[in-house]
């Protein structure tokens, strides 16, 4: 089976992310989560990685680490192999826990980090039924939660010495107890109000970050795409996604609205859903052989202010819009069809 890709390079931070097998429970109960953060404290210490953030779900879990050498994969074989075994053996029992192997999504941590943060924190109360709670209780659950960082980074319970809490405090200025505050103030915001959500904004299922950043690095892999060993780590539907051509996507979103290339490509085809389209799809799926200014020239010489506020929209459309959803769905089938 081909394997996702992985960016590693020494101090580079990471958004991690895996499910149960089968969407299975991983955490049913206090003492899973209380093992997989021995887990996680060992194997840190082992291979020098920094624990900035961390949830548990039910099925599920998110860190948000960076790391001081280029180890990551290292560092998630072990500590995920050892967390299993523990865990069967507790248990009396075998096979796999994790759905596959883990995403992990490069973050440019200046940008994104404090968002990302409270993006994870968030979570115990993202579920189907907590939009259905008042403010009060919400608040009341995700300081409660006791397998998420965030009791311990804003002071309500002690903080173990491998939980990097100052990595995001030390961002605002006064003492501890003024960050903290200022802190827990901004990721309850999410709260009372809808915020961004970071993860509508990663490129190719593998980077969060500013433009120049995702250019930078962008560059580096168009470098290694050449490399066939490389190639043969590139799996799935994605091959990576970020080394899509643009004639393709074109192509796809062409043959899902029955236009031609010449009219979705025509830069003044205003409320042309098509176009609209296009744009967020060669956003999505072609920036890593393209920077968006190489995209912009290629999509009718628009800006990359123009591109970017057209990605966002349409982002925010489709998260609003069901059947917009399911035609973008349709268009994207052509693009990642083998």
Not at 188 to 201: A, T
Not at 311 to 331: C, H, T
Request: proline letters at 2%; charged letters at 25%; glycine letters at 8%.
């Amino acid at each position: 089976m081909s394997r996702p890709l992985r960016i590693e390079y020494a101090g580079a931070c990471y958004h991690v992310i895996n499910r149960g097998n089968r969407r299975q429970t991983i955490f049913g109960t206090e003492s899973d989560g209380e093992l997989f953060l021995e887990k996680l404290q060992e194997f840190s210490a082992v291979y020098d990685v920094r624990v900035i953030c961390y949830c548990l779900m039910n099925n599920h879990f998110h860190l948000y680490i960076k790391t001081a050498d280029a180890n990551l994969s290292r560092f998630m074989q072990s500590f995920l192999t050892s967390f299993t075994i523990s865990k069967n053996r507790r248990d009396a029992s075998s096979g796999h826990l994790f759905q596959g192997r883990y995403k992990a999504i490069l973050v440019e941590d200046a940008a994104y980090g404090l968002e990302l943060s409270r993006y994870i924190h968030l979570n115990p109360v993202r579920t189907q039924g907590g939009a259905e709670m008042g403010t009060a209780v919400r608040r009341r659950l995700l300081r409660g939660f006791r397998l998420s960082s965030y009791p311990s980074i804003i002071g309500l319970r002690s903080c173990p010495k491998w939980l990097e809490r100052t990595f995001l405090l030390d961002r605002y200025p006064g003492n501890l107890q003024a960050r903290q505050s200022v802190y827990a103030k901004y990721v309850e915001e999410g709260l009372r109000k809808d915020i961004d959500d970071p993860m509508k904004s990663v490129v190719a299922s593998t980077i969060l970050g500013t433009e120049p950043f995702v250019d930078r690095m962008r560059r580096g892999l168009v470098r290694l795409a050449d490399n066939l060993n490389l190639r043969g780590e590139l799996g799935g539907h994605a091959r990576l996604a970020a080394w899509i051509p643009l004639d393709k996507v074109v192509l796809a979103v062409s043959k899902s609205y029955g236009s031609t290339a010449s009219d979705i490509l025509r830069k003044h085809s205003r409320n042309n859903e098509a176009r609209q389209v296009l744009l967020y799809l060669a956003c999505k799926y072609c920036r890593g052989r393209n920077s968006m200014s190489e995209l912009g020239e290629q999509l009718g010489h628009i800006t990359v202010g123009a591109l970017s506020c057209g990605r966002f929209n349409m982002a925010k459309r489709i998260s609003k819009d069901k059947s917009l959803g399911k035609r973008v769905e349709n268009a994207e089938n052509y693009i990642i069809k083998k």
